[in-house]
């Protein structure tokens, strides 16, 4: 076995989308993007390859310079992907990256394979290798999954009334959901995402990240932008991606009006029905809070998802892999006191928006009671 730097777009795909931990972020496409739009100073492709040519180990790897230390650090998001984290091509792919490690002054890899954190032969094998837990997790640990095999009546018949009501709903309403095309129709889904940035004070990529991604991933339907309109304009638009048998929810955008049409749960079920006819078995709506509990942030956002029917996939914790141990350290030392910090800065947002609402509460004047009419299901 032998290390490569895989330039057959093809043959790498087709190795990843066969693999039990595929994932969208190790497909080929992701390593040609803009290393600066992810957060890295450079993407590395490196594969594995048996005496006959064959992959049998690939990870798209990110260079990333740790914040206050100066030195960088090798990050493969839902990598590596191998069949077998035990095999030969595994001790062949570390032996590499540790050299690389060394040449380029780097201080641990760090890997969040997509696999379930009850799969014991990949906790287990990479203990055995050096790797160690990290409680803070680059990638979102938890996510919400929908097996979406089954026919469509049973799909219907799997979600929440309400949200079958509100696909209904929607198209009585009058919002029409078609598969975005071009440029003009990417402008246009950038602006209702700036929009919902904004109001939910998330932070986005420069537009020409998009556009690289639409550009690479949709050459063979791996990626696919749906546009809801209402009367010719465009109130809400999410971008699919597609690895193997899994179809990914990536990004979201909505208009601060035309809430009432109930846009979004006509979406969903659009591109689950998009996603069938391209032949993928699971649809990954991504990140919930990892507490299911009320108040926990995206909370929201969870009972959003839950409603269309699924399940809760917790994924393997974060391993690092030390090569230097005191700047390791040091790295830690600095994550915590960021987490701390983070948490401080929520504590306090909580607390003024407590005491904003009081004031107010407490200086308005009492208003008559009066009958509110019947709120819309699912509104």
Known sequence: MEVRII?????????????????ISQMYEWGELDPHNIGAEEIM?????DGDGKLCAAIVMTVTCAPGIKQCYFYAPRGPIIHDPDSPAMTVLLNYIKAEARRRNAFMLKIEPSVPDNDLSWSSALARRGFRSNPYHMHVRNEWVL???????????????????????????GVVVRLGAGQADLDAFYRLYETTSERDKFFI???????????LFGKDEHA????????????????????????YYMYGASANDYREKMPNHLLQWTAMQWSKKR???????????????????????????????????????????????????LYCCLLDAKHRLDVYREKRLVTQATHAQSKESSTSPAHPTTQQPEAVPGR
């Open 7 to 23: 330039n057959d777009r093809q043959q790498w795909n087709d190795f990843v989308e066969s693999a039990p931990c595929c994932s």
């Open 279 to 329: 032949g993928c078995r699971y649809y990954n709506f991504r990140g919930i809070p990892e507490i299911l509990a009320e108040g926990q942030e995206m909370y929201g956002i969870y009972l959003f998802k839950r409603g269309f029917g699924g399940y809760a996939l917790h994924s393997l914790a974060t391993q690092d892999l030390v090569y230097r141990p005191f700047t390791y350290r």
């Open 224 to 247: 696919q932008l749906f546009i809801a309109e209402y009367e010719g304009t465009p109130i809400a638009g999410i971008i699919i991606l597609v690895a193997g048998p899994w179809s």
């Open 147 to 173: 097996d979406i095999s089954p026919d469509e009546k049973t799909l219907l018949a799997g979600m929440k009334e309400k949200w079958r009501y509100n696909i209904r709903l929607a198209s009585r309403r």
């Open 45 to 49: 492709r490196i594969g594995v390859v």
């Open 205 to 215: 990529n420069n537009k020409s990240h998009y556009e690289d991604i639409m550009r």
